[in-house]
């Protein structure tokens, strides 16, 4: 077993150095001057540390012992796949089948030639992201992040991975850095389902893509609260610029609603089609019950021609929700093809 100044290298990864604390079963070994924390099982003694002199009363020549010469770093083996990133952040239990008991280990797989400076952060609702883990992963190899105990999975709402990728000493493609963030559904965590086979383990685990083949996997929360409130803000800066849902001497004017997306949200970044799909049908359900009891009301909704998408979800809508509303393609003249006429009955 390693001990405290100890020499050691990794047995299943590139690197090593002197152990300078050890905490449970982790090892921080000094490379260069950083302190990488390693599974002690992962270390294999190169060089024992010198033990202590026993107090003598006489003085005994001094022995200065040869320091051996410091390695040459190796040089990384590159893949044929290898430049392009693929990255995974896996949660691996201590005992799959005892899932009741049981506490787990965070992973951080590279499986790419690139060097990873990387943070990993964890988020619980309500609350600002903490950095559980910020280091270097050299290429090709998994790292131990952090041993997680059944009453700290109430803090990983959220986990994310920030990263820049590089390599050293030659040149390479250059990648963007990347933060991808998923909402972690902690309960998995006791369900044996939840933990499946993964080409870079021996034993079930819960796994996250974080990039597959340079392509950043991102899994967006989307806070419907938030986005009702950017709605709210978007009609109230449009207010004067809009017609009117209603007026009051003027019973049956056609109203216009306009549903493509950057009239509804100043902005969709983080959305994904569907998202923005639901905004729009929420548009139109508003509009539509304000104004259900207005007999006669003419309703012009504008949702473009594209791919039809909308068209056919609205058409969708009126035909389960309001089946006694008249429905037509508003006027080519003043909408094109991209707009659809309903009449309240």
């Given at each position: 077993m390693a001990q405290i100044g100890d020499i050691v290298r990794y047995l299943n990864s590139v690197g090593g150095g002197r152990i300078v604390k050890i905490e449970g079963n982790i090892a921080y070994v000094d490379e260069d001057g950083f302190e990488t924390p390693v599974m002690l099982r992962e270390c294999v003694v190169v060089t024992p540390a010198t033990p202590k002199a026993k107090e003598s009363k006489y003085v005994a020549p001094t022995i200065v012992p040869e320091q051996?010469?410091?390695?040459?770093?190796?040089?990384?083996e590159e893949t044929e796949t290898g430049d392009k990133l693929n990255i995974v952040l896996a949660y691996e239990p201590e005992e799959i089948k005892h899932l009741n008991t049981t506490e787990y280990d965070a992973y951080l797989v590279n499986d790419s030639n690139y060097f990873l400076y990387f943070t990993y952060l964890t988020r619980a609702d309500g609350h600002d992201w903490a950095t559980r883990y910020a280091g270097i992963v050299e290429p090709n190899i998994q790292i131990h992040l952090e041993h997680v105990t059944r009453e700290q999975l109430p803090d990983m709402d959220r986990v994310a991975i920030q990263y820049v990728a590089f390599k050293r000493?030659?040149?390479?493609?250059?990648?963007?850095?990347?933060?991808?963030?998923?909402?972690?559904?902690?309960t998995k965590f006791f369900k044996l389902h939840c933990?499946?086979?993964n080409v870079y383990f021996d034993t079930p685990v819960i796994a996250l893509d974080i990039v597959k083949n340079d392509i950043p996997q991102r899994s967006m929360v989307i806070d419907s609260s938030r986005l009702e409130e950017s709605m709210k803000a978007k009609r109230i800066a449009d207010k004067p610029q809009r017609r009117p849902v209603?007026?009051?001497n003027r019973r049956h004017e056609i109203i216009e609603v306009d549903l493509h997306i950057n009239q509804l949200l100043d902005t969709t970044a983080g959305l994904s089609n569907t998202d923005m799909l639901q905004v729009q049908l929420k548009e139109f359900n508003r509009v539509m019950t304000e104004n259900i009891k207005n007999k006669g009301q003419k309703i012009v909704f504008i949702h473009g021609k594209g791919e039809g998408v909308l068209r056919n979800a609205l058409l969708k809508e009126l035909k389960h929700k309001y089946p006694h509303?008249?429905?037509?393609?508003?006027?080519?003249?003043?909408?094109?093809?991209?707009a659809t006429q309903v009449t309240i009955r």
């Open positions: 051996p010469a410091k390695p040459k770093p190796e040089e990384i000493d030659k040149e390479f493609k250059l990648k963007a850095p990347v933060a991808v963030e998923y909402a972690l559904d902690t933990f499946r086979d209603e007026k009051k509303c008249d429905t037509q393609d508003a006027s080519f003249r003043e909408y094109g093809f991209g």
